[in-house]
């Protein structure tokens, strides 16, 4: 069991985080050694150099009380010595703690990114986009500037109230006891505080995943928003959802803002001890005027890391909060995994069968009921029915996305629960109504049904995608980018270039979800005659709503609730006059 998952009842919050913290330290941390050593070396020099100051003024004060004129040369090279020290060592230090602070965000981000790309399909489907880009943007910033605080402040500050207090505990000890019994008394409420700070952080990073998923969504789907004129129902909203945001916000300052508060009372009682106890014995002959004016100067040293220290605590219980999502994304476990004993697919010509299978998003409710249907090697096959029959389900099951409740999928008599995952896609190109084109040339977005061809292989490709012409009328041939989701082509070309990526690909199994329902008479004729080339010697599979795209399929299942009502060829099924003739009937009626 790793540190991070933390299974079963809570533990006590103090238990959790060190749980996360001996986490981090041994998978992030430790892999960075030489620069942590350099790190903590600069900041013992660094807190060294501090702690000197009481001592240099009490052997100054002491020098000038006994007339020695070697305070006038002794005492400034000291003090300079050092400001000099500590400020070369401070500089190095940031330097360095910022590196590795910096150096584990992006082993994190690495990290969060593989475990993502490789989860389930339906794990990915389940969080929406901009509350997973929030996990990298703003969880791991937060992150970043509390590894960055504690690396900078938790070792030198630390180190250096630590060589303030031996530096107090030499010039007078029993002052020392007194000063420590006054500033513990405020670290009780400091704990209780920086457990609030923790909390409250858990909620404002969840919040800001439904901001990022409510911006996405929204600036995703402007068109739709501008045509309906919902532009001051979406300015709603998002006051709704940035005035919880500031609410928010405002409770984590108001409970930051009560530490400083805290410790300026601490910090001003414990001087006041100082003057009136050190005085009392000072009238008393028992400590000598160097040694008290020592006593300040470093009680002023150690003052302010011990301020720091204490405000560390909320800003430590923040990254403790975001360590917590991290380290659960990293400890998800996939449903659909690999069997111990899976095997490469041997494919024989790509016969795909699916027996008897049963599909659940939710469970007790079937989105899919025993289904059964074939398709041969080289035979069309197509998938029609009402919105919502699980058409595009079938599909997903097919290409191993999800995996049935019930019943198998084979491909060549192989079931590919038992199949290797990357050799059973390896024989699968699909090619979608919701094309995906990525922010690059399009010769690149070709090139990725083959990493790796040749200017030529694509060129091949796209010719017989019927899209070599438009590309070169474009201002920068195949080296014209695409833009973000292929924004710089029209729905017809993004459509072509996909084709020509799933051509490349050369697959023997093509399954074909809608490819052509978003487009224009004029497009979809020129993707149509595309697609029955790249269909041409495959086991296709065909989702379609337009029923003229499917005349020619060798075969016909027709879905409804989750169930296959019908099967067989167009001519067969429009002389059943059942559903599948009610729709036919229907659109061409409409055309």
Known sequence: MTDGA???????????????????????????KALLAWATLLATITAAAASGYGVVVQQASGLLENRDPSVLWLAPALILGAVIVRSVSLFLQNLATNRLALAIMRDLQIAMFDRLITADFQRLEREPVGAIISRFTNDITMLREGLIRAANNLTRDFLTVVGCLIVLFWLDWALTLVVLAVLLLAGHPITVIGKAIRKRSGDIQDQMGDVSSFLEEGFSGARMIKTFSLEDWSQTRARGRFQQRFELLLAMVAQ?????PIMEVAAGVALAVIFGFAGWRALNGATELSDLLGFIVAFGVMSSPIRALASLSGVLQEGFAVLDRVFALLDEQPSLT???????????????RVKDVSFQYEPGVDALSHITLDAKPGETIALVGPSGSGKTTLLNLIARLYDPREGSVEIDGQNIAQAQLASLRRQLALVSQEVTLFDDTIKNNIALGKLGASDDEIIAAAKAADAHDFILGLSGGYDTQAGPKGSNLSGGQRQRVAIARAILKDAPILLLDEATSALDAKSEARVQHALDELSRDRTTIVIAHRLATVRKADRIYVLKAGEIVESGDHDSLIQESGLYAQLSALQFADG
């Open 256 to 260: 930051r803002a009560r530490i400083e």
């Open 6 to 32: 933390l299974p079963g009842a809570p533990k006590p919050q103090r238990a959790r985080s060190f749980a996360l913290a001996k986490r981090l330290w041994r998978e992030q941390i430790t892999q960075h």
């Open 338 to 352: 690999e069997a111990d004993d899976a095997k490469p697919l041997a494919l024989t010509g790509g016969h795909v």
